[in-house]
């Protein structure tokens, strides 16, 4: 017996735990058993390292147990703790296998097990598209007075682990209110991304100036505009009114585009339209008020907007002067200004970085944040419990290890 071990005598240090079933193990406070190895990290205030009986070495307390293994510092800890505690070289070896066992299956783990994608924040499903589905009628006077169908594509989530109850996310297009359609190129990348993170998303057509709606408004564009308004107010309408069908969550409906449609938005999220057109959520690229600033009240819906400074078709002036309306509201609003950059936004969400990230994550977090999408995470594919079964085959593998026991490819 080493000098280490006839010196210390049974509970000298420390209450004892229970004895052992097994000569090489022993019970830890409360409960649990582990091996004698550096490998096991402290677990709470209490020192998680096995009281261990080892040839002619009494039981010593978690303390005592811990100072024995860091006492050697460094990749050679447990040799110098097993040396002081008079251990044979065998015992040494099989620790050494032991620690060996379980780091090479932890690394194992980490490069084999799958990325995990979190709900409405990664693109992660498939997207089923249902196009031209008339959402509303409009009144209009040109070619002749009649209610023009007004028509939406649909983009739903699809694949393994979709949830029940999604949000859902209007998206209008831009075009100057006299062009453009739900087909727009900014539009449909939106709905599909959306779409692939979990939303129910709708890319929507609604009144131009060519349709000559019978609205209120000085000139066609005025008129116009506010015959836009109402169509995407009808469009939350109309997601509503179709919750159960899709699964869509009525308390969770967010709306935004560019240019046109970003000042479509703002006026649904802040003009009047009752309780079945009320938004949660509003995205301006490239948007403003003109000059209806004052709708904005507290507590109304946030808003994330983005504008380049160079912007000759709405004028960055715009943008800021919406920004100082909801700060003065208030309402939660984040403001990004792109320096040198013209009414192009779109082309910048995936290439322009703030703070490490880009616009389009930016984008992505904030919606998230203002529907109050509760943190969930969903498996890759059907890919469940990969990380748990990891961990625990790599510690059966180091226990099996250090008791000496064969394993597969082993001379032990």
């Not at 935004?256 to 009320?278: D, K, P, Q, R, T």
């Not at 969903?378 to 510690?395: D, E, F, N, T």
Request: glycine letters at 10%; one cysteine or more.
């Amino acid at each position: 017996m080493s000098e280490a071990a006839s010196s210390i005598a049974p509970n000298e240090l420390g209450p004892s735990y229970g004895t052992s079933r097994d000569p090489e193990y022993a019970p830890v406070a409360p409960g649990g058993w582990f091996l004698v190895t550096d490998v096991l990290a402290p677990l709470g205030d209490r020192y998680h390292a096995a009281h261990h009986r080892y040839p002619g070495l009494p039981y010593h307390s978690l303390p005592e147990v811990h100072r024995r293994l860091v006492a050697g510092g460094g990749d050679d800890a447990v040799y110098h703790a097993t040396f002081r505690a008079g251990l044979s070289g065998a015992l040494l070896e099989r620790l050494r296998r032991a620690k060996a066992v379980m780091l090479a299956a932890l690394v194992l783990c980490v490069t084999s097990e799958p990325a995990r994608a979190q709900l409405y924040i990664d693109q992660q499903f498939g997207v089923s598209v249902s196009s031209d589905i008339v959402y509303t009628t409009g009144a209009v006077q040109f070619p002749f007075s009649f209610d023009k169908n007004l028509e939406l594509d649909l983009y739903e989530p699809t694949g393994v682990g979709v949830p029940a109850l999604k949000p859902g996310f209007v998206f209008v297009h831009g075009g100057g209110f006299v062009s453009g359609s739900k087909t727009n190129a900014t539009v449909v990348s939106l709905a599909d991304a959306y779409a692939q993170r979990g939303y129910v998303t709708v890319s929507i057509d609604y009144r131009m100036v060519a349709d000559d709606p019978p609205t209120p408004g000085v000139t066609p564009v005025d008129r116009a505009t506010n015959a836009a308004i109402d169509d995407a107010a009808n469009a939350v309408r109309w997601m509503r009114a179709n919750a159960v069908s899709y699964g869509i969550d009525p308390d969770r409906i967010a709306i935004g585009g560019h240019s046109a449609g970003a000042i479509v938005s703002l006026g649904v999220a802040y003009a009047e339209h009752g309780a079945m057109a009320e938004v949660q959520a509003v995205m301006s690229l490239s948007g403003a008020m003109y000059g209806q600033e004052s709708l904005i009240d507290a507590g109304e819906a946030p808003l994330i907007m983005i504008h380049g400074t160079d912007d000759l078709i709405v004028p960055y002036a715009l943008g800021l002067a919406v920004q100082a309306a909801a700060l003065l509201a208030p309402i939660q609003i984040e403001f990004h200004t792109l320096s040198g950059v013209d009414h192009d936004v779109p082309a910048q969400l995936d290439s322009w970085l703030v703070d490490g990230v880009t616009l389009a994550v930016k984008i992505g977090d904030f919606v998230y944040q203002a529907l109050g999408l509760a943190p969930a995470a969903v498996p890759v594919a059907g890919h469940m419990g990969g990380a748990a079964l990891c961990l625990i085959l790599a510690a059966v593998g180091a226990a099996a290890t250090a008791k000496g026991a064969s394993l597969p490819g082993s001379d032990a």
